[in-house]
């Protein structure tokens, strides 16, 4: 029987070859594009969940708000793990990591710099699932000298050979550390990744009682089934018992009185999984993913998958009439129901089928460019084949029952003396008129066109507003050169040698960089006297250049100059510093105080007020930052006038290597920093457009389908309203029109839809476009442009048509 369901079904899509086609390539389209994004979620919801206890991992964070605006900090205080392991019975295991940076290793007579170092606790490898290849896991780090490394490292730097016990030199270091195990390396969609393990034994930091600074990751690890949020509730107290003293000490107010200013800090809890996809903090340990975006992508891949089981469901409906005495015969002749469902769902599954062989072939040929775009590693391999072909035959069943079923059902439904009257024939070719199951659908297909549409020019006019907004300073043309701490003292005739270049205008010194990673230094002040409110504030540490350089504006007294001897004490602040303190119209010789710098109270005289700039993403305002002049931080600020870059590079790093440091030359610009802070905007911008051009495609074939079909069942109409005088342009808006008022009716739903999630998108953004009217309009006349130039390619060739061959059978 099935066999002979397949003869009919392989009969009839070579019969009807357009039909087939439009269907196969829609279905192709939608299942391709459904298949990478899948990868996609999947692959953003995978994280950490390759530890053996990530159900119960929880991070602790650090989040208030101080007069001055809000802070999120990913890393909290060095006793926190200890206070909640030893105050709460639900903690079983708390365990601490401290990045370590990139240190330099000496190895075969070659520098290395590309390997990331963090200090953990000894208990760290029983928390987290790293397993070890050689080496005892559970007492690799007891020695403060023993380091562990990963797989690839220990590959690198002594290939096959076991690499216990051999020894690591860190530059800078007169010590040499032990390898005392080697770990599987951290897969990919882990949220922290490093190469080097070392202890946190002897750390001093490690031992401190401080809770007034905040520089360790740390991790519960809860009972199963444990509700997180009963542990959090009870934070407030911890915070109080040992923060609350501190407290006292640094800003001479009781807890409750710091409290009653408005001041609100605490501690919470965060689940291992969720870390990658629901985090805005800062300080964190790697670029996160978005949860939003997941929800826009996984929608997109089913709305991709809808349209085109839409346009299958449509086109089959709409071609019944030409089969509507096959099924009135196969009636007569005693055929049940059921067996015309099985049918045309066979009919379906065939096509579902031979669209998901055309798709998993498109999948795999653009997944290298897939990845580019959304900055991923995926891959179909051996091990996943077998998981993607089962998944593949299941979804196939699916989503041919899914698309086939309305037809199967619609066309079944007959009645065999009607059908053969050709009453059903008749009454299905005037289905263009009226509102029918159809037109909802090419209507649900436009309208959700449209919203992509508008979706992608408000993140397209948001990404060219941060580009252009002034940003308060100037990020074109600066180089910037890290490591530099490697000259030594040869620093500054470095920067003197890059100042007698021609090609450069200006030098600073320092790593504190308003745009990509930077160094960060929160500063807690006073303005005049400690009896006002405390001021969360950032610090810069810069030199004399640093304002020039970068092209910032002061808008109210002076820089720092060498000509005063007191600018040790001196400090500059900005506009919304200045506003906080509530010195409107001259902070100049104000007094600030800091109080957190070792419990003592260092004033500061203002000497200049610099112009508001981001120094933060677009996400966040801008909040109060204090500049003070500091010592040189190991990194170099450029400003260059010349268009001839390479050759200015190649200069510099032979300036570079005549020093004989110990590093290579390294570089990079400002502005591309800057690009790197919105690079998951770039990527949403980017794949959102792409699949809203695929979406259209589809909807559009779906839309040449029903055209063609439409032309087809008015043939003789055409050819009588042509006999009679009409024009070819006149059947062409006679063939477009009913067409055209789907379409208008899909913007009219979709424009409200459309401001509404893209509002919910912008918020986001501290600084942000307005959504106005000519986005709606644009995506309306494009919407409507795409939708003529479909139909009237197949209206026109109607109306083209010798009416005498079309009249020929009357």
């Known amino acids: 029987m099935f066999q002979n369901y397949f003869k009919i079904a392989w009969r009839n899509l070579l019969r009807n070859r357009a039909f087939s086609a439009i269907n196969i390539v829609g279905l192709a389209i939608g299942l391709s594009s459904c298949m990478l994004i899948s990868l996609y979620v999947i692959d953003e919801l995978s994280y950490d969940r390759f530890n ?27 006793p926190t793990a200890a206070a909640l392991k030893a105050d709460y019975p639900e903690v079983l295991e708390s365990t601490r990591l401290r990045q370590g940076g990139s240190p330099v290793i000496s190895m075969h007579d070659k520098l290395y710099t590309d390997n990331r170092l963090a200090y953990v606790d000894l208990n760290f490898f029983q928390v987290f699932t790293l397993p070890f290849l050689s080496g005892n896991s559970e007492a690799a780090l007891s020695d403060p000298n023993a380091i562990v490394i990963s797989e690839s490292l220990a590959r690198k730097f002594f290939g096959n050979a076991d690499a216990v016990g051999k020894l690591l030199t860190f530059k800078g270091s007169s010590d040499k550390a032990r390898i005392a195990g080697v770990f599987k390396d951290i897969p990919r969609n ?35 089934d444990y509700d997180y949020k009963k542990l959090e509730a009870k934070l407030p107290a911890t915070v109080e018992k040992y923060m609350g003293p501190q407290v006292q000490v640094a800003f001479g107010m009781s807890f ?12 919470y809890l965060q689940p291992l999984t969720d870390i990658h996809l629901k985090s805005d903090f800062q300080y964190d340990l790697g670029d996160n993913g978005d949860i939003r975006y997941v929800y826009i992508f996984g929608a997109v891949a089913t709305i991709m998958l809808l349209i085109a089981c839409i346009n299958f469901m449509n086109l089959s409906t709409a071609s019944s009439s030409k089969r509507a005495k096959e099924i009135g015969v196969r009636k ?7 067996e015309l469902v099985l049918q045309f769902l066979t009919e379906s599954v065939l096509i579902t089928f031979l669209a998901m062989t055309i798709a998993i072939l498109i999948g795999v040929a653009t997944l290298p460019l897939f990845n580019t775009l959304a900055d991923k590693e995926l891959a179909i391999n051996m091990e996943t084949i077998p998981a993607i072909v089962a998944y593949f035959i299941l979804f196939g069943l699916f989503v041919g029952f899914f698309a086939g079923s309305y037809p199967a059902f619609f066309l079944s439904s007959f009645k065999p ?132 350089t970068l092209g910032m504006k002061l808008v109210e007294g002076r820089n720092f100059s060498r000509e005063f001897g007191t600018d040790s004490s001196a400090i500059i602040i900005n506009q919304t510093a200045a506003r906080t303190m509530g010195w409107k119209d001259n902070a100049v010789n104000h007094i600030i105080h800091n109080t957190l710098n070792g419990g003592k109270n260092l004033t500061y005289v203002v000497i200049g007020v610099v112009e508001d700039f981001h120094f933060r993403s677009f996400h966040e305002p801008i909040a109060p930052l204090v500049m003070v002049l500091g010592k ?47 690079k998951a905007e770039q990527k949403t911008g980017k794949i959102l457009g792409i699949f809203t051009g695929l979406t259209i495609f589809v909807a559009c074939l779906g839309l040449f389908g ?19 005088g009409a024009s070819v342009p006149g059947i062409v808006v006679l063939l477009s029109r009913d067409f055209m008022k789907l379409v208008c009716i899909a913007m009219l739903i979709a424009a409200p839809v459309a401001w509404w999630v893209m509002n919910k998108w912008l918020q986001d953004f501290a600084y942000k476009i307005e959504i106005t009217w000519w986005m709606f309009g644009l995506a309306g006349i494009l919407s409507l442009a795409v939708a003529l130039l479909t139909v009237s390619f197949q209206s026109v060739k109607a109306a083209l048509m010798n009416p005498v061959k079309s009249l020929r059978a009357e």
Not at 68 to 76: C, D, I, T
């Open 52 to 78: 053996e206890k990530a159900d119960q991992i929880v991070r602790v964070v650090f989040k208030g708000s101080m007069m001055g605006g809000k802070f999120n900090e990913a890393h909290v205080m060095p």
């Open 190 to 224: 882990s949220h922290f990744r490093f190469d080097i393990f070392a202890s946190l034994v002897n750390s001093a930091d490690a031992k401190s009682t401080s809770w007034m600074q905040s520089e360790f990751f740390t991790y519960l690890v809860l009972p199963k």
């Open 256 to 267: 409750n009185e710091f409290r009653k200013k408005g001041n609100v800090i605490g501690l």
């Open 332 to 338: 007569v002749m005693g055929s049940a129901k059921r």
């Open 417 to 548: 003396i009607s059908v053969l009257k050709g009453n059903i024939a008749g009454s299905l070719s005037n289905g263009s008129k009226g509102f029918s199951m159809r037109s909802g659908l090419v209507v649900f297909q436009f309208g959700i066109s449209i919203v992509l549409i508008i979706g992608t020019l408000v993140v397209y006019n948001q990404l060219r507003f941060i580009q252009n907004k002034k940003l308060g300073y100037d990020k074109e043309q600066v180089l910037v050169l890290p490591e530099t701490w490697a000259l030594g003292k040869n620093q500054e005739a470095f920067k003197n040698e890059l100042l007698s270049d021609s090609r450069i205008a200006k030098v600073s010194l320092s790593g504190y960089l308003p745009a990509g990673p930077s160094y960060n230094n929160n500063f807690s002040i006073y303005p005049e006297s400690r009896s006002t409110e405390l001021v969360k504030s950032l610090r810069y540490d810069i030199d004399y250049d640093y304002i020039p």
């Open 632 to 678: 040189g931080s190991g990194t170099m600020i450029a400003k260059v006038k010349t268009d001839d870059i390479p050759s200015l590079v190649s200069s510099l790093e032979k300036k570079w290597n005549a020093f004989k440091p110990d590093l290579p030359f390294t570089y990079s610009f400002l502005d591309d920093r800057f690009n790197e802070t919105y």
């Open 706 to 724: 029903l055209a063609t079909f439409t032309a087809e069942q008015r043939t003789k109409e055409i050819g009588v309203r042509k006999v009679l």
